[in-house]
């Protein structure tokens, strides 16, 4: 039997919209991935814990009040401080042009922005835990 990819998925702050990342947790789901779905609330060091407890291959994250760039800089750190510096971080939700430039050049592997396509992140998805 083939091992099914684990993606590792939450919120990160006090953002409590979850809509989008329920809907995208389960198309991954329907497309064969095993989703860990952290839910609403957590901490940069929380996600970072829980990656290494799941021996997750992607971590995504959803972002609606702004906080994306300090967040993603965060995780990037600790995922570097913590050996894990080969895990790709993938972020979705509202995010301004300008800000999908400046997380690419930090080192997020994948931006999604709101109305992306099922298809389309799934494709991605696929693409970065083949690499």
């Known amino acids: 039997m083939q091992n099914r990819k684990r993606i590792l998925i939450g919120k990160i702050g006090l ?3 979850d809509n989008g990342i329920r ?3 389960k198309w991954l789901a329907d497309a064969g991935f095993e989703v860990i779905y ?3 609330y957590n901490t940069p060091e929380g996600v970072i814990r829980a990656v290494i407890q799941e021996n997750a291959d992607l971590i995504g994250c959803s972002f609606l009040g702004g906080e994306h760039l300090f967040y993603c800089k965060k995780l990037l750190h600790l995922l570097r401080e ?6 790709k971080l993938i972020v979705g939700g509202v995010i301004p042009p300008d800000d999908v430039k400046a997380l690419k050049a930090m080192g997020v592997s ?7 396509m099922r298809e389309t992140i799934i494709q991605k998805v696929n693409e970065l ?3």
């Open 129 to 131: 835990v083949k690499t």
């Open 82 to 87: 913590n050996g894990l510096g080969d895990k």
């Open 38 to 40: 952290l839910g609403l």
């Open 110 to 116: 994948a931006i999604f922005t709101s109305g992306t």
């Open 15 to 17: 953002d409590g919209h």
């Open 23 to 25: 809907i995208v947790s």
